[in-house]
């Protein structure tokens, strides 16, 4: 039961994500619902990607005893002054409504000439164990904000995100592509080198 980790997730595709990395270390990563946790939704009070990534991380690790790794993931766009940032889910006022919180991104940089159109997306992932130990990885993919939405596949802002050095977005690019060069793949990378030491 030593090598069981708790993710702070109800994502089956973050999880999907998360335990490619966790069971090359022998880890046995479950998700909350499988901790007998799957209606509990942490609050995320903090100011920062950091601040509510560890506030996940460490709420569930306290609750159940097990380590656990949370992540914290948004879109900041410069124009903006970085929003949507920490609230990119909750942008349009509704969770989880991507139709809604792109057309609200859209409208707000509706005439905005393409130079000025900058912005990446962040992803902090947290492992908080039980004895206070924590590590932190962050990854950032660069890009731009497409003037209309372009591609089927993604989800969230993948239809408006055109990564630096493709002319496509994320939702036409496709997940392959994505999980090279996206902003979780790079958390992740850096997650890895660090359980490993």
């Known amino acids: 039961m030593d090598n069981i980790m708790i993710a702070a997730t109800q994502n089956k595709g973050k999880l999907k994500e998360l335990r490619q990395i966790t069971e090359k270390f022998g880890l046995e990563l479950i ?4 901790a007998g946790y799957a209606d509990l939704d942490v609050e995320e009070t903090g100011t920062t990607f950091r601040e509510n990534s560890l506030i996940k991380a460490k709420t569930v690790a306290e609750l159940t005893g097990k380590p656990c790794i ?3 993931t948004g879109l900041c766009v410069d124009y903006l002054n970085g929003e949507p940032g920490i609230n990119s889910a909750r942008y ?3 969770h989880g409504d991507d139709l809604a919180n792109r057309t609200k991104l859209l409208k707000a940089l509706e005439g905005v000439p393409a130079e000025k159109r900058g912005a990446h997306f962040t992803c902090c992932i947290t492992v908080y ?5 924590t590590l932190v990885a962050e990854g950032i993919c660069p890009g731009r904000i497409s003037e209309e939405e372009m591609g ?11 990564p630096e050095g493709h002319e496509e977005s994320f939702a036409s690019l496709g997940v392959e592509v994505k999980n090279v060069i996206g902003h979780r793949a790079r958390a992740l990378a850096i997650l890895e080198e660090m359980l490993g030491q």
Do not use: H
């Open 129 to 133: 164990y039980p004895d206070g130990k």
């Open 70 to 72: 949370a992540d914290d």
């Open 152 to 162: 089927d596949g993604g989800f969230g802002y993948d239809k408006l995100f055109i």
């Open 31 to 34: 998700s909350m619902a499988d």
């Open 92 to 94: 349009s006022g509704v």
